[in-house]
C-alpha cells in the first residue's frame, strides 16, 4: 500500500535529538528558537523564552501567526510541581451582526471548515472575518506572574527581526505561491507577500542575492508594544490605528473589542494515565476531546513491552474516533480533515524545569489575508471558526469566544519523564498530541524516537489517514478498522500534523520538531 507518486521512496529525513543541562526551545522556526534559547542562557524564565519566541515567530512566520492571533499555553511550574494554563482565545466583535453574513443557499465554504457557503466568503477572507487577537494579553499575562526578564527585552529581538525582514527561500515561496491568489486580492497584502504584486518571492533557482520581505510597518508596531507593554495593543495609537485598518477594509472590530478583551487563568484538565498525569487545556479548545481519547486509549490499550504494533494502532484509531464523533455532534466542530496546518506550536523548558507548551494562530494560512497597512500587521479571519448557520451549538454572534481544535499539553510519566507538546494541523492536532503522548507514556520511547515514529490521522473523516511507513501489517490492521488512505509524511503538503516538544530526564533537557519541517528546529540556551 506505498503511495502512487513522484517522490523518492530511499530518502530518509532524520533530526538529530541532543540532551543538555541547558533550557531548550523547540519551534517551527530555528530563528524564533535562537531567540528563545537566548532569553534561556541569558537566566530567562521558561515564560520569559516563551513571550520572546511567540513574537519572534509572528516575523519570521508571520502567515501562521502573530500579534493578531489567539490560541492557549499549558505551563509546568516545577517547584510548585504544578500545571497552569492561559486562554487567550479569539473571540467575535461587539458589533458583529450575523445577518451580514449572509448563506449563499447552495455549496460550501471554501476553506477550512465545511460551513454551508457565506456571499462573498465574508466569514473566510478580507476585514470581515476580523476576530479580536488575544496573544500579546495572553503573554502579558503569563509574563506578569512567572516573567524574569523585562517585556522590553523580550519584545525587542522581535523588532529588530521585523526591521532585516523575513529572510525569503524555496519554503517560503513555495507557502506565498500557493496563496498568491488569494493574497493578491488585498493591496497591502500583495505588497508584503508577492513581487510585483503578483509573483512569490523567491531568489534565483541557481542561488542570487537575498531576498527580504520589507517589514518595517511591523517593527514600529512592536516597538511601541515593546516600549508600552501589553497593553499598549489594545489601547493607544496602535489600537486605533488597527481599527482604522480594518474598518476602512469593511470589518467590525472596534477599539472597545481591544480595550476590553483580558486572556484568563484556567485551571488544567488533569488526564491521570498510566500512573501519571497529561494536563491540557478546558473549555472551547482540543483539550476536552483529547482527554476523552486519552481515557478511552487507556482502558482499550495495554502495552506489552514491544513498542507501537497493530493493536496499538487500532487502539489509537479507535479512541480517536469515538472521541471525534462526541466533538462533532456537541461541540459544533466540522474543521475538515483535509484541511491544511495553518497554526504554529512552541515547546520551551528551563533549566530548572519549568516548560510552557504554546499554540497560537490567525486561524487559516495568511489569516483573512489582509494586511492592515498602518500596523504591518497579518490580520486573523477568526470569525470562520464560528457555523454561519443559525442554531448550531457554535453559531456566528457578537462578543463570543471561538471554539478551537489547539491542544497543547504537559505530561508528567510514572518514571519521573515530563513533556511539553503540542501540534500544528487543524484537527489533526489531536491525534498527532494523543499518539505521542503514548508513545512516550505507554512504549517508554525517547523524545526523538516519538517523534520519528510513523502516526496516523482520525479526525472525523470516517477513515485512517496512515503513514506508509508503518507497513503492510499495520496497514491491513488499520483496514479492518475503518477505511484507510496511505500517504507519505512529507514537507508539502502536511498530510499529518506538524508537531514541536521538548523533555526533561533526570535533570536534562532536550527538544524535537516535525521532521519533515524543513524551518523547525530545536536549540538549548
Known amino acids: 500500500m506505498m503511495v502512487n507518486d513522484n517522490l523518492s521512496n530511499a530518502q530518509v529525513v532524520r533530526k538529530t535529538v541532543i540532551a543538555t543541562e541547558h533550557g531548550v526551545v523547540a519551534s517551527q522556526h530555528k530563528r524564533a528558537a535562537q531567540v528563545g534559547a537566548a532569553v534561556l542562557a541569558a537566566g530567562g524564565d521558561a515564560v520569559d523564552a516563551a513571550v520572546a519566541t511567540s513574537f519572534a515567530l509572528g516575523v519570521v512566520e508571520p502567515w501562521m501567526s502573530g500579534v493578531t492571533a489567539g490560541g492557549c499555553m499549558v505551563l509546568w511550574r516545577a517547584a510548585e510541581k504544578k500545571a497552569h494554563v492561559v486562554n487567550y482565545g479569539m473571540r467575535s466583535p461587539r458589533e458583529l ?3 451580514d453574513y449572509p448563506l449563499t443557499g447552495d455549496g460550501r465554504s471554501s476553506d477550512l471548515f465545511p460551513w454551508k457557503a457565506v456571499v462573498d466568503d465574508r466569514n473566510v477572507q478580507g476585514a470581515t472575518a476580523v476576530a479580536v487577537p488575544g496573544v500579546v494579553s495572553g503573554m502579558g499575562l503569563a509574563h506578569k506572574r512567572y516573567g524574569i526578564k523585562s517585556w522590553r527585552e523580550l519584545v525587542k529581538p522581535a523588532v529588530q527581526l521585523a526591521q532585516e525582514g523575513m529572510l525569503c527561500d524555496w519554503y517560503s515561496g513555495l507557502i506565498a505561491a500557493s496563496n498568491a491568489k488569494a493574497l493578491a486580492r488585498d493591496p497591502d497584502a500583495a505588497a508584503m507577500f508577492l513581487d510585483e504584486g503578483t509573483w512569490p518571492i523567491v531568489g534565483a533557482w541557481t542561488g542570487g542575492p537575498e531576498r527580504r520581505l520589507d517589514q518595517r510597518a511591523l517593527a514600529a508596531t512592536l516597538q511601541q508594544i515593546a516600549e508600552g507593554g501589553p497593553r499598549a495593543f489594545y489601547e493607544g495609537p496602535v489600537a486605533k490605528a488597527l481599527v482604522r485598518d480594518v474598518r476602512a477594509k469593511g470589518g467590525c472590530l472596534g477599539v472597545d473589542d481591544l480595550a476590553s478583551y483580558e486572556a484568563e487563568w484556567a485551571e488544567p484538565l488533569a488526564v491521570p494515565y498510566r500512573g501519571g498525569c497529561v494536563y491540557a487545556a478546558p473549555g472551547l479548545t482540543g483539550g476536552p476531546t483529547f482527554a476523552q481519547a486519552l481515557r ?11 513498542g507501537p504494533g497493530a493493536k496499538a ?13 462526541t466533538r462533532l455532534e456537541n461541540m459544533g466542530d466540522h474543521e475538515s480533515p483535509q484541511a491544511p496546518p495553518c497554526t504554529t506550536h512552541f515547546s520551551v523548558v528551563d533549566r530548572s524545569g519549568n516548560m510552557c507548551a504554546v499554540t497560537q494562530t490567525l486561524l487559516s494560512i495568511f489569516g483573512s489575508r489582509v494586511v492592515s497597512p498602518s500596523t504591518g500587521l497579518v490580520l486573523n479571519n477568526g470569525i470562520m471558526w464560528f457555523d454561519p448557520e443559525p442554531g448550531k451549538p457554535n453559531s456566528l454572534a457578537p462578543n463570543k469566544r471561538v471554539l478551537a481544535n489547539y491542544c497543547p499539553v504537559v505530561g508528567v510519566g510514572a518514571d519521573g519523564r515530563q513533556f511539553a507538546i503540542g501540534a500544528s494541523g487543524g484537527r489533526k492536532i489531536l491525534g498527532a498530541v494523543m499518539q505521542l503522548s503514548s508513545f512516550m507514556l505507554d512504549h517508554g520511547m525517547s523524545l526523538e524516537q516519538a517523534f520519528h515514529q510513523p502516526r496516523i490521522d482520525v479526525s472525523g473523516g470516517g477513515q485512517v489517514t496512515a503513514d506508509q511507513m508503518l507497513g503492510p501489517e499495520i496497514l491491513a490492521a488499520l483496514a479492518e478498522t475503518m477505511p484507510v488512505v496511505p500517504a507519505r509524511r512529507m514537507a508539502f503538503p502536511y498530510l499529518f500534523a506538524c508537531p514541536a ?13 516535525e521532521i519533515m519541517s524543513p524551518w523547525g528546529d530545536a536549540v538549548s540556551g
Open 97 to 99: 451582526d450575523p445577518a
Open 296 to 306: 478511552a486509549l487507556e482502558k482499550e490499550l495495554q502495552p506489552d513491552g514491544s
Open 313 to 325: 494502532y487500532q487502539a489509537m484509531a479507535r479512541a480517536l474516533d469515538a472521541a471525534f464523533r
Open 501 to 513: 516538544g521538548v523533555m526533561r530526564a533526570e535533570r536534562r533537557n532536550m527538544g524535537c520538531t
